[in-house]
């Protein structure tokens, strides 16, 4: 038995979904399973040449793996329901392949309803912060008890444990600055975003192999709290537009920032990455820019060389992948 983990190293949106995809062709996974968060993910994903956006169902479904929604999610059905249509509708084969454990629990009506005028923390308003805090206040509700999911639901403990063949990739959503403990608090999401929420889904710790990182040579954040410098605005507008750096759930435009390679100094060493993927180089290769933060200070390179020579350098611990916007891994 084993298990992979993939995960965000910043405020997400660092193309998880791509990194997931690539390793559900190659890596002859039986099961993919998202362990965190809910539809306030965007996964884009594409496969065949089609564009996908999936929020609940994880990458292996394009595979042909079983996918499974774990208990560390809030699920909101209306929303599964509609993306399970998207999906048969583009061509793709969920026949007996996408699966609910029966604990996840449920984001509710009301739950949506509470974030309808929420601005303090600029959340994408999907029902996240209110399901988290019912469940943990046990009030909530579990997929168990919505008769409309049965067909989807499973026992993990059953699906995982007594079969020697498992093979599970865990595919994370948000990332390490996002994480309810770990990310800049309360401009965060509510659920662990690291390989601990992984961990918390019936996969022991002693599956674990290669637990993949993956973030941009910049960084991106959408929510309240002022990212972005207001200084040189007009670099980090063009970086967003070369970018495309806008919501795959809500459409708004993503704050663009430097590479601060101290935070993911501790993204990486906080979750035991071995395996790290740097995406959207040919972005800043577009606009001729390679900047950093280091130890809190600003570094400016003259070439894509000594900019990603530097970060090999200084990540000498992980094995690094730097990736085109457009390539596989
Ligand atoms: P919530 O998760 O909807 O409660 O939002 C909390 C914060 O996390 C906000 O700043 C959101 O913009 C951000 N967030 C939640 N999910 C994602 C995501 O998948 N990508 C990027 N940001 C996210
Ligand atoms: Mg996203």
Redesign the pocket.
């Known amino acids: 038995m084993l298990a992979d983990i993939v995960i965000g190293i910043q405020?997400?949106?660092e193309a998880k979904g791509k990194v997931t995809h690539y390793l559900c062709k190659y890596k002859k996974y039986t099961h993919v399973l998202r362990f965190n968060?809910g539809c306030?993910?965007?996964h884009t994903i594409y496969h065949n040449g089609q564009k996908f956006v999936t929020h609940h169902i994880p990458a292996g479904v394009f595979y042909g793996v079983k996918s499974i929604i774990g208990p560390g999610c809030v699920v909101n059905p209306a929303q599964f329901f509609r993306e399970l249509e998207e999906l048969k509708a583009g061509g793709i084969d969920v026949e007996n392949k996408i699966f609910i454990a029966k604990n996840t629990h449920v984001i509710t009506n009301s739950h949506l309803e509470e974030e309808n005028n929420e601005t303090k923390?600029?959340?994408?308003?999907?029902g996240?912060?209110p399901a988290y805090r019912d469940k943990y206040a046990r009030v909530g509700i579990q997929a168990e008890a919505i008769p409309s999911l049965k067909p989807y639901l499973i026992d993990l403990y059953e699906e995982f444990h007594g079969d020697k063949t498992i093979k599970v990739l865990c595919e994370g959503?948000?990332g390490y600055s996002?994480d309810v403990d770990w990310g800049d608090y309360p401009?965060?999401?509510?659920s662990h975003c690291g390989v601990a929420g992984a961990l918390l889904n019936a996969i022991p710790h002693t599956w674990v192999r290669d637990v993949w990182g993956v973030g941009k040579v910049y960084e991106t954040?959408?929510?309240?709290k002022q990212f972005e410098p207001i200084e040189g605005s007009s670099f980090f507008a063009a970086l967003r537009d070369v970018g495309e750096e806008y919501?795959a759930?809500t459409g708004r435009p993503r704050q663009c920032n430097h590479l601060n390679l101290d935070t993911m100094r501790r993204a990486l060493r906080v979750n035991g990455v071995d395996k790290l993927v740097l995406n959207k180089v040919d972005v800043l290769r577009t606009l001729g820019s390679w900047k950093l933060v280091n130890n809190g200070e600003l570094i400016t390179f003259n070439t894509e060389k000594e900019f990603l020579g530097f970060i090999s350098k200084d990540l000498n611990d992980v094995e690094i992948f730097f990736s085109d916007s457009k390539h596989k891994i």
């Open positions: 405020h997400g949106d968060g306030n993910a965007g923390i600029g959340t994408t308003k999907r996240n912060g959503a948000q996002l401009y965060v999401t509510s954040y959408v929510g309240a919501g759930t």
